[in-house]
Each structure stands twice: as C-alpha cells, then as structure tokens.
Antibody
Framework: QVQLRESGPGLVRPSETLSLTCTVS?????????WGWIRHSPGRGLQWIGS???????YYNPSLKRRVTVSLDTSKNQFSLKLTSVTATDSAVYYC???????????????WGQGALVAVSS | SYELTQPPSVSVSPGQTATITCSGD??????VHWYQKKSGQAPVLVLY???KRPSGIPERFSGSRSGTMATLTIDGAQADDEADYFC??????????FGGGTRLTVL
C-alpha cells in the first residue's frame, strides 16, 4: 500500500521560502502517476497547490504559480514543494498526495500523507 | 475563473438523509470526487468518479452527477459523519480544484 509522509520546518519567517519534502513508500514515483501538494487552513478550506508527473512535467494553481515549484528526486523516491515570499496567509497544514491515474492528472487524489503544519511568523 | 460551489453548512438529525451539493460549469465534462475532513486528520476519500465508494466507506454514502451539479448523499446520517465535506474536480487545463467545503452537523 502506497504511503506518503511530509517533512520540513514547521516555522517559516515572512518573505522567506517554505520548503517541504514528501517521501513515498511502496511505490516508485518514476513509474507513473502525478504527485501533488494540497494545503488546508480553517478559513480557506482545501486548496490544490500543484502536481508533478513522473516524467517531470508540472501543473500549478494559477493563483500560486508565480511562487511555487514542485520537483522530483527519483533517487530518493521523494518530491518537494517550494513556496517563495510567504506571508501569514500561507500558514496551513500542507499535504502531499498521489493524484489521478498512471497516465493522467484527472482523477481522485488518494492516498494522502498525514500533513505537516507550517506557520509563517516572525 | 472556474469555481466549485458548495453550501457552507448542512444540518440533519441522526438517522436522517444529508444531501450536499457541488455546482460548477465544468462538471458536465469532469468527474467529481468527495472528501471528508475532520479536525486534525487528513482528508478521507469517501466517493470517487461521482459515485464509487472506496473500500471501507459505508454504503450509506452515495453520489451522483447531472449537468452542472454533483450530489453527495448520506442515508441515515450518524454522529460520526459530522465533518467538513469537500468536492474536488479538475478544470479545463487539468489543474485541481476544490469546492469551498460544507460543514455537516448531525444533532
């Protein structure tokens, strides 16, 4: 059964870069599927951030596209999120997840990681 | 821009039927998936491709999609079903999109 786990700093200073890594177990991320990031905050609900295919092609939420980069490290079976110039509104629980089907991003998001709480504060 | 619209809240008594809707102009061409979100927990997929239940999801959860609206129905809602529910689909470019969420209260 595929498992995902997020890791990274829980506190980021305003204007700096948020960096998170997702480690995938029991599935090789270069074998297909899209791998994505989603965040949740009480006031804003769930927000899809972006995804990367096993080949390296990416899709980003237009509202975050200028600040987001999602990348792969197949040697470690990991993928990562970088979000630049953060503000307090970027404080949220960040989830990594598998998305879509082996060849398409369209489809359910499942499974999910347990989530990583990130606070943006000075 | 394309949006998915959900009612902010739905309330039912235990044993009653809860209905949560999700509307969007793109839904005639796209599947909808539904997630249950409880505080402090990761979202749980309760329905995918409009009406399919993942393993372990009770039969009281069902779904449908017609035109620009999708519906999640919980027949005989229980206290444990109290949570936020989010619909999810993809836009024309394939990007992901969540509805604003519906708080289901069972009391």
């Amino acid at each position: 059964q595929v498992q995902l786990r997020e890791s990274g700093p829980g506190l980021v200073r305003p204007s700096e870069t948020l960096s998170l890594t997702c480690t995938v177990s029991h599935y090789s991320i270069d074998s297909g599927y899209y791998w994505g990031w989603i965040r949740h905050s009480p006031g804003r609900g769930l927000q899809w951030i972006g995804s990367i295919y096993s080949s390296g092609s990416t899709y980003y939420n237009p509202s975050l596209k200028r600040r987001v980069t999602v990348s792969l490290d197949t040697s470690k079976n990991q993928f990562s999120l970088k979000l630049t110039s953060v503000t307090a509104t970027d404080s949220a629980v960040y989830y990594c997840a598998r998305q879509g089907s082996p060849i398409s991003m369209e489809g359910k998001i499942d499974p999910w990681g347990q989530g990583a709480l990130v606070a943006v504060s000075s | 821009s394309y949006e998915l619209t959900q009612p902010p809240s739905v309330s039912v008594s235990p044993g009653q039927t809860a209905t949560i809707t999700c509307s969007g102009d793109g839904l005639p061409r796209k599947y909808v998936h539904w997630y249950q979100k409880k505080s402090g927990q990761a979202p749980v997929l309760v329905l995918y491709e409009d009406s399919k239940r993942p393993s372990g999801i009770p039969e009281r959860f069902s779904g449908s999609r017609s035109g620009t609206m999708a519906t999640l129905t919980i027949d005989g809602a229980q206290a444990d079903d109290e949570a936020d529910y989010f619909c999810y689909s993809t836009d024309r470019s394939g990007g992901g999109l969540f509805g604003g969420g519906t708080r289901l209260t069972v009391l």
